[in-house]
């Protein structure tokens, strides 16, 4: 404690000498700005003295002009110019001499040399200027313009944002009043140390210390005023009274910390005053500071700030009184508001909100528990009032009211997320709430809702985004009491919040009636009360389920309220009717399951098609394809979530069951909506085409499988017709978007997903369950007639039909569809060969007969000679070329591997074979390159 005291005298000692410095340096420069203006007056009356003769003795009349062969005219002329140049070479030299006496000055005082040396420079181009001789004022002013040239370009320099200016701007500010804002930062500290060593060292009766203390500040005050009143005497000093920089405003705001902490120090530690008393005497000192903040400027305020906020720090206190210690921070950032009322500084927002937030976060954290609610019912309201609404609309919330807010220093979300925090921090600390505490918690952010329109029912529009704070403050507070169960009843919290939503939905109402009409307030007044009015229904679905009937009541009797809000607001009747929509909809989905909620869903899209058609309370079309889209994602989703599906001992009917009525209600809505809107009639054929197709799978993997899950009893059989019936839809969907227009590019989305789709099932097909490696196909089934030909010659044909019928699928080449369709009729190919030899399995892991291995090489022979003969006779290179690769490949497989497995006669019959079969073609071949060569002569 010595050691703070010791450094306490040691700021006061070093702020004393500061200030006096401080003093002795600004006499010092007026002194030289006073003797700078005496030279500067001097020259000019000189230079005005010097022009005056110049010009009466070089002026001659006209018939004194010497008689020579120029023209007169001419001879005027040139006599002018010479004049001319004479006077502006005078006037440079004069300018000249004067702008180097003033930097010659300026060297000893380079605070002041910008701004003399610009006055200078005026001076001499007013003097100029006010000459009767016209002419030659152009030629003085670029005389000046030339002087001033370099300064000009570095004030013009140009800065890469807002940011580095302001920071220069507080570098040059620190670099030129650091020392009397430093020497006001150490008096302040120093005094308030200065006041506990008063209080705690010297010995004397506790009345006689705070006596001291009380007029040692006192002392202070007078001083400053003192000061300030000789400030005023002199008009340039006074000046500075409106800038940071004023020292008499140092001192005061001394003295007014000495009088904050000297009135709690005889509270807390000698209990000398009444609680009311101490209350009273640091409003009269808070009040005392603001008005001293008028007269003597912002530094004043800034201090009386700083020494209002920090004064508790300097007394401490082990058991303070928490209501008197909010009180006088209260009085303080009252005292603050007011002077921001008065002087219009934006700057004074942020230094009460900030300090004054802080201090109450930190007395909900150290008040005792059982004191929170009363406390924050006291406190917390003045605070919203006075940091909440109080800068932007003045003590009475008007409207009109001529406020210098921004949106840096005060922004009203900011303000209500700070309320909201100060709030649920206090929550926190509270014991188990009774009801008279949660209707009071209530009722504060119902207040902080309509604060800022409660004189004319409208707010202005920066305050209004504030309304969504307040309300997801009101719907995370109901869900946390609900979830901590604080010994209240649900019954009653569910009804405080729907009271609250009532109060947000009459908020957005009466801020669109009153005449705001802006897109923000439409969409606000049509979605939140029902937004927080879902979000409310899935919560209480989810953890308070015997609350559900509560709920739902409230939620219809807010769809009826909106159906009066339609009917007599006309221009807003589309988007309110969706919103009701969305409110059934949650209903539905909260009450009902399985098919009955599919069905539901499905005659409330009928409904609103309906309702479009004959344009009865008609919901916006955005609305419709909302609706639609949900119900074709529970469809499509319903065969891949196990838990939307029956048991596993119901019929095929489920199928009809869940997917008919919607496809009904679908073809229907379609139908009713092409005489009305054909761009949304379109959006329903796409979803009666697409529900129709799931519906097909579904049904089809029930057929096969006996289950409903596709994902969970994926098998050979249900790959193969999941495969084919993806590469249909692929396919349709490609064909269907060349005649879409807003639509395409969804069709183009589902044909490329199937694609993948198709392209995945097809690698299952050729290594999970390939029958050359899993017994999927039994070896004495039925050749050609099996799922092999379902599997792979059918999706074979369908992609070599996508090629010679060339419909355009996406920017896949229609090569790629060729190839891919003569690949999988390929290993159909292979895989029935084998099939047709096979006795028990037909797995490549059983052996190889002489018949097989000889049958592939015949019919590779066949294929490439097919191919090659196509490619030919259609003039096919790409065809020809596989073709001849095909009787490559036959070839080698010959002499590489039927060596190896044939014997005896069959390996005679195979080369025989093959050579034979090889002349043929060959001269197949020539006679069909020399019949087509020969036609186009021929024609």
Same mark, same amino acid.
């Given at each position: +404690?010595?050691?703070?005291?010791?450094?306490?005298?040691?700021?006061?000692?070093?702020?004393? #000498?500061?200030?006096?410095?401080?003093?002795?340096?600004?006499?010092?420069?007026?002194?030289?700005?006073?003797?700078?203006?005496?030279?500067?007056?001097?020259?000019?009356?000189?230079?005005?003295? !010097?022009?005056?003769?110049?010009?009466?003795?070089?002026?001659?009349?006209?018939?004194?002009?010497?008689?020579?062969?120029?023209?007169?005219?001419?001879?005027?002329?040139?006599?002018?110019?010479?004049?001319?140049?004479?006077?502006?070479?005078?006037?440079?030299?004069?300018?000249?001499?004067?702008?180097?006496?003033?930097?010659?000055?300026?060297?000893?005082?380079?605070?002041?040399?910008?701004?003399?040396?610009?006055?200078?420079?005026? $001076?001499?181009?007013?003097?100029?200027?006010?000459?009767?001789?016209?002419?030659?004022?152009?030629?003085?002013?670029?005389?000046?313009?030339?002087?001033?040239?370099?300064?000009?370009?570095?004030?013009?320099?140009?800065?890469?944002?807002?940011?580095? @200016?302001?920071?220069?701007?507080?570098?040059?500010?620190?670099?030129?009043?650091?020392?009397?804002?430093? %020497?006001?930062?150490?008096?302040?500290?120093?005094?308030?140390?200065?006041?506990?060593?008063?209080?705690?060292?010297?010995?004397?009766?506790?009345?006689?210390?705070?006596?001291?203390?009380?007029?040692?500040?006192?002392?202070?005050?007078? !001083?400053?005023?003192?000061?300030?009143?000789?400030?005023?005497?002199?008009?340039?000093?006074?000046?500075?009274?409106?800038?940071?920089?004023?020292?008499?405003?140092?001192?005061?705001?001394?003295?007014?910390?000495?009088?904050?902490?000297?009135?709690?120090?005889?509270?807390?530690?000698?209990?000398?005053?009444?609680?009311?008393?101490?209350?009273?005497?640091?409003?009269?000192?808070?009040?005392?500071?603001?008005?001293?903040?008028?007269? /003597?400027?912002?530094? +004043? !305020?800034?201090?009386?700030?700083?020494?209002?906020?920090?004064?508790?720090?300097?007394?401490?206190?082990?058991?303070?009184?928490?209501?008197?210690? *909010?009180?006088?921070?209260?009085?303080?950032?009252?005292?603050?508001?007011?002077? +921001?009322? @008065?002087?219009?500084?934006?700057?004074?927002?942020?230094?009460?909100?900030?300090?004054?937030?802080?201090?109450?976060?930190?007395?909900?954290?150290?008040?005792?528990?059982?004191?929170?609610?009363?406390?924050?019912?006291?406190?917390?309201?003045?605070?919203?009032?006075?940091?909440?609404?109080?800068?932007?609309?003045?003590?009475?919330?008007?409207? @009109?009211? @001529?406020?210098?807010?921004?949106?840096?220093?005060?922004?009203?979300?900011?303000?209500?997320?700070?309320?909201?925090?100060? =709030?649920?921090?206090?929550? $926190?600390?509270?014991?188990?709430?009774?009801?008279?505490?949660?209707?009071?918690?209530?009722?504060?952010?119902?207040?902080?809702?309509?604060?800022?329109?409660?004189?004319?029912? &409208?707010?202005?529009?920066?305050?209004?985004?504030?309304?969504?704070?307040?309300?997801?403050?009101?719907?995370? =507070?109901?869900?946390?009491?609900?979830?901590?169960?604080?010994?209240?009843?649900?019954?009653?919290?569910?009804?405080?919040?729907?009271?609250?939503?009532?109060?947000? *939905?009459?908020?957005?109402?009466?801020?669109?009636?009153?005449?705001?009409?802006?897109?923000?307030?439409?969409?606000?007044?049509?979605?939140?009360?029902?937004?927080?009015?879902?979000?409310?229904?899935?919560?209480?679905?989810?953890?308070?389920?015997?609350?559900?009937?509560?709920?739902?009541?409230?939620?219809?009797?807010?769809?009826?309220?909106? &159906?009066?809000?339609?009917?007599?607001?006309?221009?807003?009747?589309?988007?309110?009717?969706?919103?009701?929509?969305?409110?059934?909809?949650?209903?539905?989905?909260?009450?009902?399951?399985?098919?009955?909620?599919?069905?539901?869903?499905?005659?409330?899209?009928?409904?609103?098609?309906? /309702?479009?058609?004959? /344009?009865?309370? /008609?919901?916006?079309?955005?609305?419709?394809?909302?609706?639609? %889209?949900?119900?074709?994602?529970?469809?499509?989703?319903?065969?891949?979530?196990?838990?939307?599906?029956?048991?596993?001992?119901?019929?095929?009917?489920?199928?009809?069951?869940?997917?008919?009525?919607?496809?009904?209600?679908?073809?229907?809505?379609?139908?009713?909506?092409?005489?009305?809107?054909?761009?949304?009639?379109?959006?329903?054929?796409?979803?009666?085409?697409?529900?129709?197709?799931?519906?097909?799978?579904?049904?089809?993997?029930?057929?096969?499988?006996?289950?409903?899950?596709? #994902?969970?009893?994926?098998?050979?059989?249900?790959?193969?017709?999941?495969?084919?019936? *993806?590469?249909?839809?692929?396919?349709?969907?490609?064909?269907?978007?060349?005649?879409?227009?807003?639509?395409?590019?969804?069709?183009?989305?589902?044909?490329?997903?199937?694609?993948?789709?198709?392209?995945?099932?097809?690698?299952?097909?050729?290594?999970?369950?390939?029958?050359?490696?899993?017994?999927?196909?039994?070896?004495?089934?039925?050749?050609?007639?099996?799922?092999?030909?379902?599997?792979?010659?059918?999706?074979?044909?369908?992609?070599?039909?996508?090629?010679?019928?060339?419909?355009?699928?996406?920017?896949?080449?229609?090569?790629?569809?060729?190839?891919?369709?003569?690949?999988?009729?390929?290993?159909?190919?292979?895989?029935?060969?084998?099939?047709?030899?096979?006795?028990?399995? +037909?797995?490549?892991?059983?052996?190889?007969?002489?018949?097989?291995?000889?049958?592939?090489?015949?019919?590779?022979?066949? &294929?490439?000679?097919?191919?090659?003969? #196509?490619?030919?006779?259609? !003039?096919?290179?790409?065809?020809?070329?596989?073709?001849?690769?095909?009787?490559?490949?036959?070839?080698?497989? &010959?002499?590489?591997?039927?060596?190896?497995?044939?014997?005896?006669?069959?390996?005679?019959?195979?080369?025989?074979?093959?050579?034979?079969?090889?002349?043929?073609? %060959?001269?197949?071949?020539?006679?069909?390159?020399?019949?087509?060569?020969?036609?186009?002569?021929?024609?």
């Amino acid at each position: +404690m010595d050691l703070f005291i010791l450094i306490a005298v040691v700021f006061a000692v070093v702020a004393m #000498i500061t200030a006096v410095k401080a003093s002795k340096r600004t006499y010092k420069l007026e002194q030289d700005l006073s003797d700078l203006r005496a030279e500067l007056t001097a020259l000019r009356a000189s230079f005005v003295k !010097a022009f005056g003769e110049t010009k009466s003795a070089e002026t001659k009349p006209l018939n004194d002009i010497p008689e020579h062969n120029t023209p007169l005219h001419e001879a005027s002329d040139n006599e002018e110019h010479a004049i001319s140049a004479k006077h502006n070479a005078q006037i440079t030299e004069a300018i000249r001499v004067t702008s180097h006496s003033i930097e010659q000055t300026a060297e000893t005082n380079s605070d002041h040399q910008s701004e003399l040396s610009s006055n200078q420079v005026a $001076d001499a181009q007013s003097t100029v200027s006010h000459d009767d001789s016209a002419p030659l004022q152009p030629l003085a002013e670029n005389a000046i313009q030339a002087e001033n040239a370099p300064k000009e370009q570095h004030d013009k320099e140009p800065l890469s944002n807002t940011f580095d @200016r302001g920071i220069r701007k507080l570098e040059t500010s620190f670099r030129e009043n650091w020392l009397v804002w430093m %020497g006001a930062l150490a008096m302040l500290i120093g005094g308030g140390y200065l006041i506990q060593v008063i209080g705690s060292r010297i010995e004397f009766s506790p009345l006689m210390r705070v006596a001291i203390a009380f007029s040692l500040s006192a002392v202070t005050i007078i !001083a400053g005023e003192f000061f300030h009143r000789k400030e005023q005497k002199n008009s340039e000093r006074a000046a500075r009274s409106s800038s940071f920089t004023y020292v008499p405003a140092a001192i005061t705001g001394t003295g007014i910390t000495g009088i904050y902490c000297t009135v709690i120090f005889a509270f807390v530690f000698y209990q000398l005053l009444a609680p009311s008393t101490s209350l009273f005497i640091l409003a009269i000192a808070a009040f005392a500071s603001l008005a001293l903040s008028l007269r /003597q400027g912002p530094l +004043m !305020a800034v201090l009386g700030l700083v020494g209002g906020y920090t004064a508790p720090f300097w007394i401490g206190g082990s058991d303070p009184n928490y209501f008197l210690l *909010a009180g006088y921070i209260t009085s303080v950032t009252t005292a603050g508001t007011v002077l +921001m009322q @008065r002087v219009k500084r934006s700057w004074l927002a942020p230094s009460v909100s900030v300090p004054h937030t802080l201090w109450m976060l930190l007395l909900i954290e150290s008040i005792p528990q059982q004191q929170v609610f009363s406390w924050v019912a006291i406190f917390l309201s003045i605070t919203a009032y006075l940091l909440f609404a109080v800068p932007r609309l003045g003590w009475s919330l008007n409207l @009109r009211y @001529r406020h210098c807010q921004t949106p840096q220093t005060n922004h009203p979300v900011l303000m209500s997320l700070a309320m909201v925090v100060l =709030l649920l921090w206090s929550v $926190d600390k509270m014991t188990p709430l009774s009801g008279t505490s949660l209707i009071s918690i209530y009722v504060f952010l119902a207040t902080l809702l309509w604060l800022p329109a409660l004189r004319r029912g &409208v707010s202005l529009r920066i305050f209004y985004p504030s309304t969504l704070v307040i309300s997801f403050a009101t719907l995370l =507070l109901s869900f946390g009491l609900l979830l901590l169960d604080l010994w209240l009843p649900k019954h009653q919290l569910l009804l405080c919040l729907g009271a609250s939503i009532m109060l947000i *939905a009459f908020r957005t109402l009466s801020q669109f009636a009153n005449g705001d009409r802006s897109i923000f307030a439409r969409v606000m007044l049509i979605t939140l009360a029902p937004a927080l009015t879902i979000l409310t229904l899935g919560f209480v679905r989810g953890f308070i389920a015997p609350e559900l009937e509560f709920w739902s009541i409230f939620t219809v009797l807010l769809a009826g309220l909106y &159906v009066q809000l339609a009917v007599r607001i006309p221009e807003l009747s589309q988007n309110i009717s969706a919103c009701i929509h969305g409110m059934v909809l949650s209903l539905s989905f909260v009450w009902l399951n399985d098919s009955m909620l599919t069905t539901a869903i499905s005659a409330q899209v009928a409904l609103m098609a309906l /309702q479009a058609q004959y /344009q009865r309370f /008609q919901p916006a079309y955005w609305a419709i394809k909302v609706a639609m %889209g949900v119900l074709v994602v529970r469809l499509t989703l319903l065969p891949f979530v196990p838990d939307w599906q029956p048991t596993a001992d119901s019929s095929w009917t489920w199928t009809i069951v869940s997917y008919l009525p919607s496809l009904v209600l679908l073809g229907y809505a379609r139908f009713v909506l092409r005489r009305v809107n054909t761009d949304i009639s379109n959006w329903f054929e796409g979803a009666f085409l697409h529900v129709f197709l799931i519906a097909l799978f579904t049904q089809t993997n029930y057929w096969l499988t006996g289950q409903y899950g596709i #994902i969970t009893h994926l098998d050979f059989t249900s790959a193969i017709v999941y495969a084919n019936q *993806a590469l249909v839809m692929a396919l349709v969907y490609a064909y269907r978007s060349r005649f879409a227009d807003k639509l395409s590019f969804i069709y183009r989305g589902y044909s490329i997903l199937l694609l993948i789709a198709f392209a995945a099932l097809v690698g299952q097909l050729n290594v999970i369950f390939s029958p050359l490696f899993v017994n999927t196909v039994s070896a004495t089934a039925l050749p050609v007639f099996n799922m092999m030909a379902l599997g792979w010659l059918l999706p074979g044909s369908i992609l070599l039909g996508q090629y010679f019928c060339r419909i355009p699928c996406h920017d896949i080449p229609p090569r790629a569809f060729a190839i891919s369709g003569i690949a999988l009729f390929g290993v159909w190919l292979i895989m029935s060969i084998r099939q047709f030899w096979q006795t028990s399995s +037909m797995t490549i892991f059983n052996t190889t007969s002489m018949a097989e291995m000889f049958t592939y090489s015949i019919t590779g022979l066949i &294929v490439g000679a097919v191919l090659t003969w #196509i490619g030919v006779t259609r !003039a096919a290179l790409q065809v020809q070329r596989i073709g001849l690769m095909v009787l490559g490949g036959v070839t080698l497989k &010959v002499f590489l591997l039927d060596i190896s497995f044939l014997e005896g006669f069959w390996r005679a019959i195979s080369f025989l074979g093959l050579g034979a079969a090889l002349i043929a073609l %060959g001269w197949l071949f020539q006679t069909l390159n020399k019949s087509v060569a020969e036609k186009p002569k021929q024609s």
